[in-house]
């Protein structure tokens, strides 16, 4: 019980500042400008320094032999649920505009915006380094194939996806740089110099707040009215916070993955739809509407599953 009420808590923090995000868009202070500058600085700042600390101050360069085989752990989870998704949207018969926002809300988890400060919350800053091991394998689901199930479900066309542009905007991107180079230093036994393992601190420090604020805008951009459930989404639902953290654990125990490691990999696989399912259906006129009430539905059940989750694990 005391694992189960650990986790109410931190829920509850973590609710608390997403309200602050949601009442500063409601007084007129954040705006979509605002939106724009936290999602840049978190991305491209803060993570990557959050990446360097986490990984430099909490593994030594042995614990790099299981990396492969936990890697396969949000591998395979993935690749399952995304099957598992497809047949089920098949299934329920949604129209072509949702068929496709159904699938992508249900097979990937938000490992970035909602991940790191749920697992930092829960486990403490040792477990960064298993969030981005989980991040990467998202991240690159996210670049191809979520953006490919969204725009398959719309009206509007987007630019082909490449080999050569995928590795172009996979390794661009300053989260993956920051693993890359957190793990490249820990491979070699290099240390930045103390100075700027303090800078990397303090910036690392602001994941979480600004993090949670940006979705919490995300929330009263969205808006509370009219959310319900409609057909499909408590199959989505069921999928992305009941059976994936099942799916994980169930992997785990085959794959040989335990301690922290497994704890962070079920919490990742048990988290939110993913917060650019919305951004994206209005982008490429898929149903935007029904992917902003799967999102904020989704973000609502955590508040249940994840401390039931923890008391179980």
Not at 114 to 124: E, H, N, R
Not at 172 to 193: E, M, N, S, W, Y
Not at 262 to 278: D, H, M, R, T
Request: hydrophobic share 55%; aromatic share 10%.
């Amino acid at each position: 019980m005391a694992d189960f009420f650990h986790a109410v808590s931190a829920v509850f923090l973590i609710f608390s500042m997403m309200l602050v995000g949601f009442g500063l868009g409601k007084i007129g202070w954040l705006t979509s400008s605002e939106k724009r500058f936290l999602s840049r600085f978190v991305v491209n700042v803060a993570v990557p320094m959050n990446c360097i600390t986490g990984v430099l101050n909490n593994l030594e360069r042995e614990d790099l032999r299981s990396a492969g085989r936990m890697l396969a752990v949000p591998l395979v989870c993935t690749l399952v649920l995304l099957a598992v998704s497809g047949v089920i949207a098949r299934l329920l018969r949604l129209p072509r505009e949702r068929r496709g926002v159904f699938v992508a809300m249900s097979f990937l988890p938000n490992s970035l915006f909602i991940g790191v400060p749920m697992s930092t919350q829960l486990f403490g800053e040792i477990s960064v380094p298993f969030v981005m091991l989980y991040y990467m394998v998202c991240t690159v689901f996210t670049q191809t194939v979520l953006v490919l199930l969204v725009e398959k479900a719309g009206s509007k066309e987007a630019a082909a996806i490449t080999p050569a542009g995928l590795l172009r905007d996979l390794f661009t991107k300053p989260p993956v740089l920051g693993v890359l180079t957190a793990f490249a230093c820990l491979l070699l036994g290099i240390r930045p110099p103390e100075l700027f393992m303090s800078f990397a601190k303090y910036m690392s420090g602001t994941v979480t707040p600004l993090a949670l604020m940006y979705c919490g805008f995300i929330v009263y951009e969205l808006g509370l009215s009219g959310i319900r459930l409609e057909r499909g989404l408590p199959a989505m639902l069921v999928l992305r916070l009941v059976l994936s953290p099942a799916l994980c654990a169930g992997l785990c125990a085959l794959l040989g993955v335990t301690g922290l490691a497994s704890q962070v990999f079920i919490i990742e696989a048990a988290l939110p739809v993913v917060s650019q399912v919305p951004v994206l259906a209005g982008a490429y006129g898929a149903d935007e509407r029904y992917a902003a009430v799967g999102f904020c539905l989704s973000m609502l059940g955590v508040f249940i599953t994840i401390p039931v989750i923890m008391m179980l694990i």
